[in-house]
């Protein structure tokens, strides 16, 4: 089982409508959990970044919140834009002594805004 | 300042075969990993090099090693290329730990595909 799961597995919706992703994991405690977006075929670029002990980050549209308690993050979405078409993955950081790091990436969602 | 780049962008190849994937890290990066996506797959940790050596390794073949330079470039070789090599392998670089906040700068990745 993954330590990193992510819901749902695919999504539609219309451009200019909010969403909102959802991850759930086990790796804890940890470094940092972060929302990565990846276009077909290209490399994942870093929306936000959490550390352990935030709740919410912003990055224009894309608001990423935190709940260390049921170990749950989500990703929301407003005001959505065909360019926002991409697979959506959250990562889980864990870094030790000598930094060393351990990186669980989830399983994605791949969103699709239609006009 | 380029970020990560590799090189090339697309290869193929033939079982049995094999093939070095390269790439150069972020400007002041020290830290280079490598993953594996398969199609509609997350990334999968292959390894991390620093140093110029091998600091961990995911669960992936002996086939598949690599190898740092002082530069901080590193090569990816997969030596008996099967048809489930076929994927998009993914170079990312982070700096001298900086705290938890650090992050993986992701290349644009090498579409490798087996026939």
């Known amino acids: 089982k993954n330590q990193v799961e992510q819901s749902p597995q695919s999504l539609i919706i219309l451009e200019g409508k909010n969403c909102t992703l959802q991850?759930?994991?086990?790796?804890?405690?940890?470094?940092?959990l972060r929302w990565y977006k990846q276009d077909t075929g290209r490399g994942p670029v870093s929306l936000t970044i959490?550390?352990?002990?935030?709740n919410t980050k912003s990055n224009g549209r894309y608001t990423a919140t935190l709940d260390a308690d049921t170990k749950q993050s989500s990703l929301h979405i407003t005001a959505s834009q065909l360019s926002d078409s991409a697979s959506y993955i959250c990562?889980?950081?864990?870094?030790?002594?000598?930094?060393?790091?351990?990186?669980?990436f989830g399983t994605g969602t791949k969103l699709q805004v239609i006009p | 300042d380029a970020g990560v780049t590799q090189s090339p962008t697309h290869l193929i190849k033939t079982r049995g075969q094999q093939v070095t994937l390269r790439c150069s890290p972020k400007?002041?990066?020290?830290?280079v990993s490598w993953y594996q996506q398969a199609l509609g797959q997350g990334p999968q940790f292959i390894f991390q090099?620093?140093?110029?050596?091998?600091?961990q390794r995911g669960n992936f073949p002996d086939r598949f090693s690599g190898h740092q330079f002082p530069n901080y470039s590193s090569e990816l070789n997969v030596n008996a290329l099967l048809l489930g090599d076929s994927a998009l392998y993914l170079c990312?670089?982070?700096?001298?730990?900086?705290?938890?906040?650090?992050?993986?700068?992701f290349g644009p990745g090498t579409r490798l595909t087996v026939l």
């Open positions: 990312a670089s982070r700096g001298p730990a900086s705290g938890s906040t650090d992050t993986q700068y």
């Open positions: 991850c759930n994991y086990t790796v804890s405690p940890f470094s940092n």
């Open positions: 959490m550390t352990f002990s935030e």
């Open positions: 990562v889980v950081t864990e870094v030790f002594s000598g930094g060393y790091q351990k990186v669980t």
């Open positions: 400007s002041g990066h020290d830290t």
């Open positions: 090099y620093y140093e110029e050596e091998e600091r």
